[in-house]
């Protein structure tokens, strides 16, 4: 049986190795904290940021300042005030002291995986940030950023849509598959395949014949004389345009003498005034188009030379018979032809015919 000094310096031995113990922990718990930042006996700045969602972030998350864990995440809850309605999460986190001066109060903060699948972070990005050092209680604006859920809901309507385009692309290869259609014709059908080939060697035939200078095309390409003429022709045209340029001819004179334009300005105003006297009832033009009694006057007259033409053409009336009577035609005529033969009988001897006797009585 041990003795009592025996069992003290057991229980004094147990105690020494449960505060060496003890005290390499904390030392470890010191170190590994130091390393990442994160020192236990070091005060702490407590801050805290609303966001629309958590994106699965847990408490101990860690804080990065541009890529560098500078805190972690102590809690995520989820805030009842009717202000925050649309960013009802609150993200609380402490930071490290030695980074105080990195960060603002117009620092964004943001939620980021690590890698695609990773863990989810809080990102604080001071890039452009001015404003004074944040203290303890601060908050810090957010700044949403798509994640990975975000993206595969907003494709999902391209996804959509890729499904559909490929149900129609598969439709479609079947059809040419099936000869359908113009491209399955020309792949399926030998006929349409040799009148393509056909249709091509057509083509090949006339841009030969293009270039050996056959045909209107090919001596257009290829015929210098055809080439001067049309050089020729061009340059008669540009003469032409200098000529025209230049207010000789015609066409010259109406574009460049204001002689001539006036004289056409004025021509205009004064059948702008006959057009105004008419409109007004003024005039002879004005009186057929605007007084009745004249228009009844004038078509009682036309109605008359109607008749009269009528009668003419009928053969009643002087007029109308010699229009129309051969006979008066005839005596007419020869009456003429016989005053025709007297005056020429007279010019001949105009002792014969007009001699004066003289008898006194």
């Not at 020494?16 to 005290?23: E, G």
């Not at 202000?83 to 964004?108: E, G, M, N, Q």
Request: hydrophobic share 40%; proline share 3%.
């Amino acid at each position: 049986m041990p003795s009592q000094q025996e069992v003290k310096w057991s229980q004094l031995k147990v105690g020494l190795i449960v505060l060496v113990s003890i005290a390499l922990l904390s030392t470890l718990l010191f170190l590994m904290t130091s390393a990442s930042g994160m020192n236990v006996f070091s005060h702490k700045i407590i801050l805290y940021t609303y966001f629309q969602n958590s994106d699965g972030l847990k408490i101990g998350a860690a804080v990065n300042l541009e890529g560098v864990t500078i805190g972690e995440v102590t809690h995520v809850t989820v805030s009842t005030d009717p202000a925050r309605k649309l960013t009802p999460v609150k993200v609380t986190f402490k930071i490290d002291p030695k980074y105080h001066a990195s960060v603002h109060t117009d620092s964004k903060a943001s939620l980021s995986t690590v890698g695609v699948l990773g863990d989810t972070v809080l990102d604080i990005n001071s890039v452009v940030a001015t404003g004074p050092e944040v203290q303890t209680g601060t908050e810090l604006a957010t700044l949403q950023t798509p994640n990975l859920t975000d993206v595969v809901k907003a494709s999902q309507g391209t996804i959509e849509s890729l499904n559909v385009i490929l149900a129609k692309m598969n439709i479609i290869v079947d059809n040419i598959q099936q000869g359908k259609g113009t491209v399955g014709k020309l792949i399926n059908d030998p006929e349409m395949y040799n009148k393509a080939v056909l249709t091509i060697n057509q083509l090949q035939a006339m841009v030969t014949n293009l270039n050996e200078g056959k045909g209107s095309a090919g001596k257009l390409l290829h015929d210098d004389q055809l080439y001067d003429r049309l050089n020729d022709t061009s340059a008669k045209l540009q003469q032409i345009a200098s000529d025209l340029n230049n207010g000789k001819g015609s066409a010259g004179k109406l574009l460049k003498d204001e002689t001539l334009y006036n004289n056409l300005n004025s021509t205009l105003k004064h059948a702008n005034d006959l057009l105004a006297e008419a409109d007004a009832g003024r005039g002879a033009l004005g009186l057929l188009t605007k007084d009745p009694a004249f228009a009844k006057k004038l078509d009682g007259t036309v109605t008359q030379l109607d008749l009269l033409l009528t009668n003419v053409n009928t053969g009643k009336g002087t007029i109308g018979k010699l229009a129309t009577d051969p006979t008066m035609y005839t005596n007419l005529n020869t009456l003429l032809t016989s005053s025709t033969d007297l005056v020429t009988a007279i010019r001949k001897d105009p002792k014969k015919y007009l001699v004066i006797h003289l008898k006194i009585f």
